[in-house]
């Protein structure tokens, strides 16, 4: 950046500022969701809906974010995201409804599909090859803050005074970054923008709300069983069209010829089935302990946000990890790690020592993170560098969906399992059962060469 290192480290603040608001509103919700529902005067079960709207949103608008960027320029398009992330953040607080909720979490997640990508892009753009590594680790330090903090914040907001904070919270930050950003972030945009495919964008734009949400209300009391199954075909229709046309093109939105790559094709298959567990572990966890062991929301996110620590712990080892015993034997042994660790949470009793569950949670965020650093490596291990940014495009789009389809699987297993009311015993046997999915992530590395990313 020719600006200097004041300049510098202004920018890294505004653009850290947006990611850690966006971070910690979305680890915040889950510890929340049971306060909402009594607030509703609905079940629990129904608010899975405003988490995968959200991340439907997400990965819906990621694919067009660069463009976007590139055509309107990155500094009014990341000051337009934040102004949507706030203005669904205000909508959320003053919902009385599921589908006021619902509707105001799809709108943050519009604002929030945009901000990580151009902020990422403004970085690269404004900040040299020599300073990039260290800008990059500044930028990213509060995604790694942010889910500690959420749990707790979400937990003593529901608490002590009303859940709507969780969201009335975003307002300060927001105003405050944006304001910011119109001073410190240098207006750039590309002269020729790449043409957007349209109908590509448009055939995604239909297809992924019609897959989440079809498996999100498949089984809702309220909604009829073939509307649901409806829109899970009407997403698989859609998304098997767009494969076929973006075959022919040559610069399609989102590109499925890169997973010919084998070592893609391995990280992402063993990615997307290990999230999808994962997603499930956010949703039910905080609902076990809050409805099924009878703590607060606050004792809740006290314990939640131990998971949050182990995986920031495990940036500490990960390097040395993957170095001495190879990528194979690593993945391997962490999702099933993953898997035990979870299927153990599903084990406990009220009663148990708080320090236990804080072990399994610590446990359990060391583990996965060491697995997600990993496989994520792994995907780009044998890509060349012009195909970074259409893999990192794919492979977040990918990972979102992952974990939207396993929230949405978790509320279908207790609706299955507890019907209108889910007892312990049925957040227990879905935890199981969906940690086990986790497991099978191992079956997708059979293959890989055992001495891979191992030093000798």
């Known amino acids: 950046m020719t600006g200097g290192t004041g300049p510098r480290r202004a920018l890294l603040l505004v653009l850290s500022v947006a990611m850690f608001m966006e971070q910690m509103d979305s680890s915040a919700l889950a510890t929340v969701l049971p306060a909402i529902a009594g607030d509703?005067?609905?079940?629990?079960?129904?608010?899975?809906?405003?988490?995968?709207?959200?991340?439907?949103?997400?990965?819906?608008?990621?694919?067009?974010?660069?463009?976007?960027?590139?055509?309107?320029?990155?500094?009014?398009?990341?000051?337009?995201?934040?102004?949507?992330?706030?203005?669904?953040?205000?909508?959320?607080?003053?919902?009385?409804?599921?589908?006021?909720?619902?509707?105001?979490?799809?709108?943050?997640?519009?604002?929030?599909?945009?901000?990580?990508?151009?902020?990422?892009?403004?970085?690269?753009?404004?900040?040299?090859?020599?300073?990039?590594?260290?800008?990059?680790?500044?930028?990213?330090?509060?995604?790694?803050?942010?889910?500690?903090?959420?749990?707790?914040?979400?937990?003593?907001?529901?608490?002590?005074?009303?859940?709507?904070?969780?969201?009335?919270?975003?307002?300060?930050?927001?105003?405050?970054?944006?304001?910011?950003?119109?001073?410190?972030?240098?207006?750039?945009?590309?002269?020729?923008?790449?043409?957007?495919?349209?109908?590509?964008?448009?055939?995604?734009?239909?297809?992924?709300?019609?897959?989440?949400?079809?498996?999100?209300?498949?089984?809702?009391?309220?909604?009829?069983?073939?509307?649901?199954?409806?829109?899970?075909?009407?997403?698989?229709?859609?998304?098997?069209?767009?494969?076929?046309?973006?075959?022919?093109?040559?610069?399609?939105?989102?590109?499925?010829?890169?997973?010919?790559?084998?070592?893609?094709?391995?990280?992402?298959?063993?990615?997307?089935?290990?999230?999808?567990?994962?997603?499930?572990?956010?949703f039910l966890i905080p609902l076990m302990l809050q409805l099924g062991f009878g703590l607060s929301p606050m004792q809740s996110g006290l314990l939640t946000f131990a998971g949050a620590i182990g995986a920031a712990a495990s940036k500490l080892i990960v390097s040395r990890v993957f170095h001495l015993f190879g990528f194979a034997t690593v993945l391997w042994v962490t999702a099933w790690l993953a898997a035990a660790l979870q299927g153990g949470m599903g084990l406990l009793q009220p009663g148990v020592e708080p320090l236990v569950i804080v072990a399994f949670m610590a446990a359990g965020g060391l583990v996965r993170a060491t697995f997600f650093s990993g496989i994520q490596a792994l995907g780009y291990a044998t890509l060349s560098n012009d195909r970074v940014a259409d893999v990192s495009i794919l492979s977040t789009v990918f990972n979102n969906l992952s974990i939207a389809c396993g929230i949405a699987a978790a509320g279908m297993a207790l609706d299955m399992l507890g019907g209108a009311g889910p007892a312990l015993r049925d957040y227990q046997q879905a935890l199981i059962v969906l940690g086990g999915v986790g497991a099978l992530a191992a079956a997708a590395l059979i293959g890989l060469p055992r001495n891979l990313g191992r030093r000798s």
């Open 40 to 282: 509703f005067g609905i079940e629990p079960m129904p608010l899975k809906l405003a988490l995968t709207a959200y991340i439907v949103a997400v990965a819906m608008f990621i694919p067009i974010s660069g463009w976007l960027a590139d055509r309107f320029g990155a500094r009014r398009v990341f000051v337009l995201s934040m102004l949507a992330f706030m203005a669904g953040s205000v909508t959320c607080a003053l919902a009385h409804d599921l589908a006021t909720l619902v509707a105001a979490r799809f709108l943050q997640g519009t604002g929030a599909a945009a901000m990580t990508p151009v902020a990422r892009l403004i970085i690269v753009r404004s900040v040299s090859r020599e300073e990039l590594v260290e800008a990059m680790s500044r930028w990213a330090l509060p995604a790694m803050i942010a889910p500690v903090v959420g749990p707790l914040i979400g937990g003593f907001f529901a608490t002590y005074a009303s859940w709507h904070w969780i969201f009335w919270i975003n307002l300060p930050i927001g105003i405050a970054g944006i304001i910011a950003s119109k001073l410190v972030i240098p207006d750039m945009k590309a002269e020729t923008p790449a043409p957007l495919d349209g109908i590509g964008f448009g055939l995604l734009a239909l297809c992924f709300p019609a897959l989440i949400f079809g498996m999100s209300v498949l089984n809702l009391p309220l909604v009829p069983g073939w509307l649901g199954a409806g829109l899970i075909g009407l997403g698989i229709l859609l998304g098997w069209v767009y494969i076929g046309r973006a075959g022919r093109l040559v610069h399609p939105l989102l590109d499925p010829g890169l997973f010919r790559n084998g070592a893609f094709r391995v990280s992402s298959i063993g990615s997307a089935t290990f999230r999808f567990s994962t997603g499930a572990t956010h």
